[in-house]
Every structure is written in structure tokens, then in C-alpha cells.
């Protein structure tokens, strides 16, 4: 039995639809990635250019990705089998990969770990599941409290209908929002924070 307060809640996250997240949010081009037999992602900030890189772990491998871009970067179809899955790390972490070789990456997803759920200037990410297995992202600026219409102060912008949801996540930076599923990376990215004003 579920209380009437949480039908409510769950008729809410039914009918709200897939809305483009928004200002400064935008997609990063090819946003959706195909990544077959997808395991866990982790960020990583790239040593020369400063912005996030997002490492993807797979059953094909290990994968790094530009946030800002979407280009992969690097690329590890043969990664070593004592570190080629988080799960051998007590910190959930494989090694790093082109320009953050060697340096531990930790890896939310399939093996456990999380990403960020919030940002330093207030935005939250939740996970929610009114019709489980199929999860929701939903993105406000709100702290969670998803009051109101979708589209005001909360965005349901992703629906994991069709593979199973690994991790959802914001980068340390705030700067970038990830997605992964079973089959797929999706990127959101915005401008840089300045921190403390």
C-alpha cells in the first residue's frame, strides 16, 4: 500500500514529460553516445585545458570523452584485467587513460559508487522510479522539492525506458551532467563556475 501523498507524487513524475534542460544547460553535441555493455563512468579534469573529462568503462573497454565536445579522446580496448572493472580498487577507481594516464579515476555505476547530486550554486539531480525499472532523471533548482509544473523549477530530462540506468551524476566542477545506461552516455555541459561569489 502506498499513501495518497505518494500517488500523488508518483502521478506527478508519470505525466511529466522529457523537457530539454535549460538555461545554460545544453547538450553536448551527439549528446547521446552508443556504448554497448556499459559498466560505470567517472570525471576526471583534463591537465591542460582545465575542463571535465568524462572515463567510461565497458565490457569493450575503457573510453575517455571530452564533456565540453563529446569527442572521445582516448580510447583502451584492452585495458589490463586486474584494473579493467572498478569493482578490483577498494575505491571503485580504474586508471586514467591519454592525457590522465595512470592517474585513478573513480567509477560510479554497475559495481556501486555515485556521482555529485548537486552542484556549489544549487542545482540537484535526482533519480526517481514511479514505474520501476524505468528511471527518470529529473534536474531542478528547487533542492529536490519538485513543486509545481514540470518545466519551472524542475525538468524531467532523461527516461531510462529502455536499458537500465548505471549512474547520473554531476561532474566536481558542476560544469557537466552525465547519464549512462547499459547502452548509452548522455552529456550536458554549461559555462564555468566562479566559485565563491
Known amino acids: 500500500m502506498i499513501t495518497e501523498y505518494q500517488q500523488r507524487l508518483r502521478e506527478r ?12 544547460w545544453r547538450p553536448v553535441p551527439d549528446r547521446r553516445t552508443p556504448i554497448g555493455g556499459l559498466l560505470g563512468i567517472g570525471f576526471a579534469v583534463h591537465p591542460d585545458r582545465g575542463h571535465d573529462l568524462v572515463m567510461v568503462v565497458s565490457s569493450a573497454g575503457h573510453g575517455l570523452f571530452d564533456a565540453v565536445t563529446g569527442e572521445r579522446i582516448a580510447r583502451d580496448r584492452d585495458p589490463d584485467f586486474d584494473t579493467s572493472t572498478p569493482d578490483a580498487h577498494p575505491d571503485l577507481a580504474c586508471p586514467g587513460l591519454g ?99
Do not use: C, K, M
Not at 513524475?13 to 535549460?22: C, D, E, N
Not at 522539492?145 to 547520473?168: K, Q
Open 13 to 24: 513524475y508519470v505525466a511529466a514529460p522529457v523537457l530539454p534542460a535549460p538555461e545554460p
Open 99 to 197: 592525457p590522465i594516464a595512470g592517474a585513478p579515476v573513480r567509477i560510479a555505476g554497475l559495481f556501486g559508487g555515485g556521482l555529485h547530486r548537486t552542484t556549489p550554486d544549487g542545482w540537484t539531480l535526482d533519480v526517481v522510479s514511479p514505474e520501476w525499472p524505468r528511471d527518470r532523471v529529473v534536474l531542478s533548482v528547487d533542492g529536490g522539492a519538485h513543486e509545481g509544473p514540470p518545466g519551472g523549477s524542475w525538468w524531467h530530462v532523461f527516461h531510462s525506458d529502455y536499458s537500465e540506468l548505471r549512474a547520473a551524476g554531476f561532474s566536481p566542477s558542476g560544469r557537466t551532467l552525465a547519464v549512462a545506461t547499459s547502452s548509452d552516455l548522455t552529456l550536458w555541459t554549461r559555462p564555468g563556475l566562479e566559485f565563491g561569489d
